[in-house]
């Protein structure tokens, strides 16, 4: 093994798991992995490396890949800043040294006297052959890259049975540079490992891109992805490898962990020959898509965040009854309880609604009427409350006498609390501090309203019975000529434009909506940040989440016009 100064690296085929066979050149028998690898258990990590590895060896593999980061867990943020983490990540090294007979590429953070570096490394036989840095590191949306790594400078190829293979790491395969490079140096194939999270239509944009990548300069590409929740983000898998066409001749599932397993070999005649999958995994359409990843999100944070069950508030609406088919889909009616707390407004069809859907899906299920809490509030306000007119404060009172409630049976039962509000209802405001934003993990948080209804009715036909009360999902929608907020279909439209697509006031209007209406949301959007910022995290499914890739000052006098110069 030689490593050049620029850390251009090649594996000589000595090297290989049979150096006593000159002539062998087997090809590639590829592993590649994607699982869930726990953000900070780097040993752990280790281990669980170790013990796929030498899985894959007993299954004829003699090349194992894992994802970006996977040895640290992605995405890391300011773990990346603790002191120990070099010394965490040479033990696990130690562990990884263990492997014998095939060779790892493994994602890991590269600590040194030139800085941080997101890394791949080449390992085999007890020692690290060879590194790769990330080139382009993404600041945008979901990644921060910037804040924590250097920037890497070369590319990396190394030679293995009769291959040269050459490494790239996620942003580095959406630019154009790093594979033209690769390509020029001699590159056979490329490896691309990531940590690709879940929105809506990526998949698509992912397979779009390895096909521009590997046609444009007919070289094959095997991309490794991650999988599983981590926080509000979902990685979704979907690992694949592409021919030099572009094909897609390998496809890991969507969501699962899953090690996929493909051949590449280079014939006599210099030309390579890669294995097609026998049956390709089933394709997910984007509302079954969009569910698969609100089900893993809500399950991988419940169950590493340490909590044995959730409890959700079953208002007999079509939000929380989503809900708590999620959570029953996620987590087992064992570990899900519901509890409906209706007030004196509350109508009893809401109750009958939420016990039958409860019973539906098998879930324990309580009534706690909250009636002498609100008048206990309302008793000790009163003097302070006396003499003034009554308006939304009086009724904010319920949904914080509810949010009172589920938090104290949290406490004393140890459930997280589900709370059901969806995207349309925080952009807007139309939700209640501390009182239906109370709880841990809000389930809808990055779902529109008119999502909500599609979700609802894509649940319901995969069983004979509906799981969710059809009287709910079918209830009429209020029309254009009613309060915007009751039109959910123009809300969620300005909504998508303003907040997904970043349009502004004028653009907006521009695109066919009413400059009054425009203006009401727009405000409304604008007004409530100061919520949002205290709202429960939620998986994202969209492009732009009200997360990590959507933060505005709460205090700004940022105007929706243009303003003019007198």
Same mark, same amino acid.
């Not at 070099?86 to 994602?107: C, H, P, T, Y």
């Given at each position: 093994?030689?490593?050049?100064?620029?850390?251009?690296?090649?594996?000589?085929? =000595?090297?290989?798991?049979?150096? *006593?066979?000159?002539?062998?050149?087997?090809?590639?028998?590829?592993?590649?992995?994607?699982?869930?690898?726990?953000?900070?258990?780097?040993?752990? *990590?280790?281990?669980? %490396?170790?013990?796929?590895?030498?899985?894959?060896?007993?299954?004829?593999?003699?090349?194992?890949?894992?994802?970006?980061?996977?040895?640290?867990? &992605?995405?890391?943020?300011?773990?990346?800043?603790?002191?120990?983490?070099?010394?965490?990540?040479? %033990?696990? #090294?130690?562990?990884?040294?263990?492997?014998?007979?095939?060779? %790892?590429?493994?994602?890991?953070?590269?600590?040194?006297?030139?800085?941080?570096?997101?890394?791949?490394?080449?390992?085999?036989?007890?020692?690290?052959?060879? #590194?790769?840095?990330?080139?382009?590191?993404?600041?945008?949306?979901? #990644?921060?890259?910037r804040r924590y790594f250097s920037?890497?400078?070369?590319?990396?190829?190394?030679?293995?049975q009769g291959l040269t293979i050459g490494l790239l790491i996620c942003e580095d395969l959406w630019q154009e540079q790093p594979t033209k490079l690769l390509k020029e140096k001699g590159a056979d194939l490329i490896v691309c490992i990531n940590a690709s999270p879940f929105e809506q239509h990526k998949q698509e944009q992912r397979k779009a891109l390895l096909k521009q990548r590997a046609s444009e300069h007919q070289l094959p590409i095997v991309y490794a992805n991650s999988v599983g929740g981590q926080d509000d983000l979902v990685f979704d898998g979907g690992s694949m490898v592409v021919d030099a066409h572009g094909s897609v001749m390998h496809e890991a599932p969507r969501f699962l962990p899953h090690t996929l397993y493909a051949s590449i070999r280079m014939n006599d005649d210099q030309k390579l020959t890669l294995s097609q999958q026998r049956k390709a995994p089933l394709a997910l359409g984007q509302i079954a898509e969009t569910y698969q990843a609100l089900v893993v999100g809500l399950r991988d944070y419940v169950q590493h965040s340490g909590f044995k069950s959730v409890l959700v508030g079953? =208002?007999?609406?079509?939000d929380s009854a989503l809900t708590l088919c999620i959570a029953v889909d996620a987590l087992g009616a064992d570990k899900v309880y519901a509890v409906s707390m209706p007030s004196q407004h509350t109508l009893p069809a809401s109750v009958n609604d939420a016990k039958q859907q409860a019973q539906r899906l098998n879930v324990s299920f309580t009534i706690c009427p909250i009636h002498s809490a609100i008048d206990g509030l309302r008793h000790t306000l009163d003097p302070i409350f006396s003499h003034t007119p009554t308006d939304i404060t009086e009724i904010n009172l319920e949904a914080r006498a509810r949010g009172t409630v589920l938090m104290a049976l949290s406490n004393k039962f140890g459930q997280l609390v589900l709370t059901a509000g969806n995207k349309t209802e925080m952009a807007v405001g139309d939700t209640t501090l501390y009182g239906d934003m109370a709880g841990g993990f809000d389930v809808l948080k990055d779902?529109?309203?008119?999502?909500? &209804?599609?979700?609802?009715?894509?649940?319901?036909?995969?069983?004979?019975?509906?799981?969710?009360?059809?009287?709910?999902? *079918?209830?009429?929608?209020?029309?254009?000529?009613?309060?915007?907020?009751?039109?959910?279909?123009?809300?969620?439209?300005?909504?998508?434009?303003?907040? /997904?697509?970043?349009?502004? #006031?004028?653009?907006?209007?521009?695109?066919? &909506?009413?400059? /009054?209406?425009?203006?009401?949301?727009?405000? %409304?959007v604008d007004r409530n940040e100061y919520k949002r910022r205290q709202a429960p995290i939620g998986t994202k499914i969209s492009h732009k989440a009200f997360a990590r890739e959507r933060r505005y000052p709460l205090v700004n006098h940022w105007t929706l016009e243009m303003p003019k110069l007198n």
């Open positions: 093994m030689s490593t050049t100064n620029n850390h251009e690296a090649t594996f000589n085929h =000595s090297q290989s798991p049979n150096p *006593n066979n000159e002539n062998l050149a087997t090809g590639l028998k590829l592993a590649i992995v994607q699982e869930k690898f726990m953000v900070g258990d780097v040993i752990g *990590n280790a281990k669980k %490396m170790v013990a796929l590895a030498n899985s894959a060896r007993e299954k004829g593999a003699n090349l194992i890949i894992f994802p970006e980061l996977a040895l640290l867990g &992605y995405p890391p943020e300011d773990l990346l800043l603790r002191p120990s983490l070099a010394s965490r990540v040479k %033990m696990a #090294f130690e562990r990884l040294f263990s492997v014998k007979d095939i060779v %790892m590429l493994v994602g890991y953070p590269h600590i040194d006297q030139y800085g941080t570096f997101n890394s791949v490394a080449v390992v085999h036989n007890g020692q690290q052959k060879a #590194f790769y840095h990330k080139q382009h590191l993404p600041n945008y949306g979901v #990644f921060d890259e920037k890497g400078q070369n590319q990396v190829l190394f030679d293995y079953l =208002s007999g609406g079509l779902v529109y309203k008119t999502q909500v &209804y599609a979700l609802a009715n894509y649940r319901n036909r995969l069983e004979d019975t509906p799981v969710i009360p059809e009287q709910l999902v *079918n209830r009429p929608e209020l029309q254009d000529n009613l309060h915007i907020l009751d039109d959910y279909e123009k809300l969620d439209k300005i909504l998508e434009l303003y907040i /997904d697509k970043d349009f502004g #006031f004028d653009a907006i209007i521009e695109a066919g &909506y009413d400059k /009054d209406v425009v203006q009401q949301v727009l405000t %409304m």
